[in-house]
């Protein structure tokens, strides 16, 4: 492992992946034929399609647009091993990687915990999922390989951090 000085700073800024863009319309797209045939009242089955849209309005925004305000348009490693998150409104906040981040050669999924909300509360936690498709190759070979090099390193402040991979 190379000392922290002689490792580079990683700025992540994905783009808009047609991958994961495709498998969101599909994904609510066939959902949406299953809930108009539930045997329940119209209705709960137009409240049922209006949570649909919703959550697929939360997807194309979030994950696939990075556009929300509390959403991760940039992350930010430092060669010391912390991490900087630059949200969706221009705040920049540090974050800690969870061990939940997941690695593969297709899919990356780097879990944040927001230092500023280090109470275990609901939206302390962020997600930026990352395809070949939205990063540039050299820079998503970089990241893969130094997360599992480095993943399991010990956190600033003590703590361990680790990748499932």
Do not use: C, Y
């Not at 920049?92 to 969870?98: G, I, M, Q, S």
């Not at 593969?104 to 109470?119: I, K, T």
């Not at 395809?131 to 970089?142: F, K």
Request: aromatic share 4%.
């Amino acid at each position: 492992m190379k000392p922290d000085h002689e490792r580079p700073t990683l700025i992540i800024q994905p783009g808009v992946s047609r991958r994961l863009l495709l498998v969101v319309l599909l994904l609510h797209g066939l959902t949406l034929p299953v809930v108009l045939m539930l045997p329940v009242a119209w209705p709960w089955r137009t409240l049922l399609v209006a949570a649909l849209l919703v959550g697929l309005a939360g997807s194309l925004g979030g994950a696939v647009g990075h556009r929300w305000s509390w959403v991760p348009r940039q992350a930010v490693w430092h060669p010391e091993g912390h991490w900087t998150l630059t949200l969706g409104d221009g705040r920049e906040v540090p974050a800690r990687l969870l061990t939940t981040t997941f690695v593969s050669p297709a899919l990356v999924v780097l879990n944040f915990r927001l230092a500023e909300l280090a109470v275990s509360l609901p939206g302390s936690t962020r997600s930026l999922v990352l395809l070949p498709d939205n990063l540039d190759p050299d820079l998503h070979r970089r990241l893969r390989v130094q997360l599992r090099q480095e993943g399991t390193r010990a956190a600033p402040g003590g703590e361990e951090e680790a990748v499932r991979q």
